[in-house]
Nanobody, 124 residues
Framework: QVQLVESGGGLVQAGGSLRLSCAASGRTFSTYDMGWFRQAPGKEREFVAA?????????YADSVKGRFTISRDNAKNTVVYLQMNSLKPEDTAVYYC????????????????WGQGTQVTVSS
């Protein structure tokens, strides 16, 4: 059974940091690009960051560029990380990791497997 399990969310004050993890199991994703999305209440799911299968290329939404860093470890089962620094209240959302199976990094419908999400809340 394919599973993506996110962890690391929580409540943090503005300016603080969190590190999200996404652990994949059930099959190997070491040759797949992967991404992070987020969804705030009442808003559409939006792209946050993506990373190529070997970690050689990374992509970020303008809103998080310079503050967030995506990375991955393919040593055993694939684990994808999202280091979030200088957090702002507008970063509050449920964060999801996903496996890219299509061509566009930006569109949620290009991703085929999703985790259950982890809540990030940034207080002002």
């Amino acid at each position: 059974q394919v599973q993506l399990v996110e962890s690391g969310g929580g409540l943090v004050q503005a300016g603080g940091s969190l590190r999200l993890s996404c652990a994949a199991s059930g099959r190997t994703f070491s040759t797949y690009d992967m991404g992070w999305f987020r969804q705030a209440p009442g808003k559409e799911r939006e792209f946050v960051a993506a990373i190529s299968w070997n970690g050689g290329s990374t992509y970020y939404a303008d809103s998080v560029k310079g503050r967030f860093t995506i990375s991955r470890d393919n040593a055993k089962n694939t684990v994808v990380y999202l280091q979030m620094n200088s957090l702002k209240p507008e970063d509050t959302a449920v964060y999801y990791c996903a496996v890219k199976i299509g061509t566009s990094y930006l569109r949620p419908n290009q991703y085929g497997y999703w985790g259950q999400g982890t809540q990030v809340t940034v207080s002002s």
